[in-house]
């Protein structure tokens, strides 16, 4: 599939049933596989016949699936998690081991900023935050000899930054170390980070790729292009035999296109088991059939709304990297020609009293912790995922409590606009 464009691998990629088989792919809703020899069985367990055992390390349906995504990243290999949040872990988990070192971008999902400032930590890993408008020369500085990987998102969630990601791969580059990009906004229809340097990249599949609010689930792409061998000394994870696996050397068997993700596999998703299901997985390649379609009404939407805030009075500023005069717009020019996604947040005039009135006069845009989702949802974080903090410790955060982050549906915009020109006009 890989000679094909991007909507034709959107639709046809990961699965080409042979002659009788079922058209749409499978739910193989089974946890076993049967054989008839336990040597037949026992060559899947030394990983020197491809097959399926157990559904906890792999399954027919999740892997169709995952090679989808694959291709459409321009991968090597893919796997599916239950969630982004295990996607991004698995990610640094498979690299790090106790006293290692992350330097990531600070602006980044607050689930990520947790999983690497809080729970990582309590692994013995630490980390470095730096701005993603830092110059080469800082981001250099970051740097420790322990360091193993970099970490970034396309466009950050909430806080709409975009990555320099040449900027990032050449510093981590420069160190011997991955750079990992969470690409879940943008998604591989509007950037495919691995064309810029990115080394593996990570998916909150819950958003636009399944698109519809459907199904929790994450996903992982290894571009195939880090030579862990010849940084062998940072990554015995990857380059020394692993014990509990029948002493096998995953870079040295499965060589830079298969190491990172076999041994995420094989060992993490063995001892973690955050699998996705298959039927989550089935609902996710139907998303994913249609993302190209879906993205560019995205991206459509959320410039509309983004222009249309912009000129009116009660809005403060309208933060969307799309908009000319946005700190990002030439960056996000550069990686994402075609626009980035349908988030866009603005700061109400009238702070917490405005914000409230506003979001109860909203009709079509439901008041939801998501986004990226077919229908338009509106969030004010003051008076909900923020709401334990003070007025101070909001403008502290970057998120004042006037602040409202909109993300645009699949809705008309003329009707988006009216509900939000009405809602306004209440305040
Ligand atoms: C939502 C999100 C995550 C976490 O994904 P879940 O599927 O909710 O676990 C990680 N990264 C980004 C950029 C996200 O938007």
Not at 236 to 254: M, N, Q, R, V, W
Not at 287 to 313: D, I, Y
Not at 325 to 353: H, W
Request: with cysteine; charged share 20%; aromatic share 8%.
């Amino acid at each position: 599939m890989s000679e094909y464009r991007m909507n034709t691998k959107c639709v046809q990629a990961g699965y080409t049933p042979g002659n009788g088989e079922p058209r749409q792919i499978p739910i193989v809703q089974s946890t076993t596989f049967k054989y008839a020899t336990s040597e037949d069985m026992g060559k899947l367990f030394d990983l020197e016949a491809e097959g399926y055992f157990y559904t906890r390390l792999q399954n027919p349906t999740n892997d169709h699936v995952a090679a989808k995504i694959a291709e459409l990243e321009g991968g090597t290999a893919g796997m599916l998690t239950s969630s982004g949040q295990a996607a991004n872990f698995f990610t640094l988990f498979n690299i790090c081991e106790c006293g290692s070192h992350i330097v990531a971008s600070s602006s980044i999902y607050g689930g990520t900023f947790n999983l690497i400032s809080v729970t990582m930590a309590k692994m013995g890993i630490t980390v470095t935050f730096v701005s993603p408008d830092c110059s080469e020369e800082e981001l250099n500085a970051a740097f420790q000899e322990n360091t193993k990987v970099v970490f970034g998102e396309t466009i950050a969630n909430p806080a709409l930054t975009v990555l320099d990601i040449e900027k990032f791969a050449r510093a981590a580059h420069a160190h011997g170390v991955p750079l990992v990009v969470d690409n879940t906004f943008p998604t591989p229809v509007n950037c495919r980070p691995i064309e810029w340097g990115a080394d593996i990249v990570t998916h909150s599949t819950t958003k636009y790729m399944d698109g519809h609010g459907a199904a929790v689930g994450g996903a992982i792409v290894d571009s195939g292009k880090f030579d862990w061998m010849a940084h062998a000394d940072k990554y015995p994870g990857l380059c020394t035999p692993d014990e509990s696996y029948h002493g096998i050397t995953y870079a040295e068997k499965f060589g830079k296109e298969g190491a990172f993700i076999t041994k995420c596999t094989a060992q993490l998703m063995r001892d973690f088991g955050s699998i996705q299901s298959p039927q989550n997985a089935f609902l996710l390649n139907l998303g994913l059939e249609s993302l190209h379609v879906r993205m560019p009404r995205h991206v459509e939407n959320g410039q509309a709304v983004a222009e249309f805030l912009q000129k009116q009075p009660q809005v403060k500023y309208v933060n969307y990297p799309g908009l000319p005069g946005n700190p990002y717009y030439e960056v996000a020019q550069k990686y994402m020609p075609n626009g980035g996604c349908g988030v866009v947040s603005f700061e109400l005039e009238g702070g917490r009293t405005a914000a409230e009135k506003f979001m109860k006069e909203l009709k079509l845009a439901a008041i939801e912790t998501h986004v990226a989702d077919a229908r338009t949802c509106c969030l004010n974080p003051a008076t909900s995922t923020h709401r334990q903090m003070t007025e101070e410790q909001l403008i502290a955060a970057g998120v004042p409590s006037g602040l409202i982050r909109v993300s645009c549906g699949l809705e008309d915009k003329e009707d988006l606009i009216a509900d939000l020109a009405q809602a306004l006009a209440a305040i």
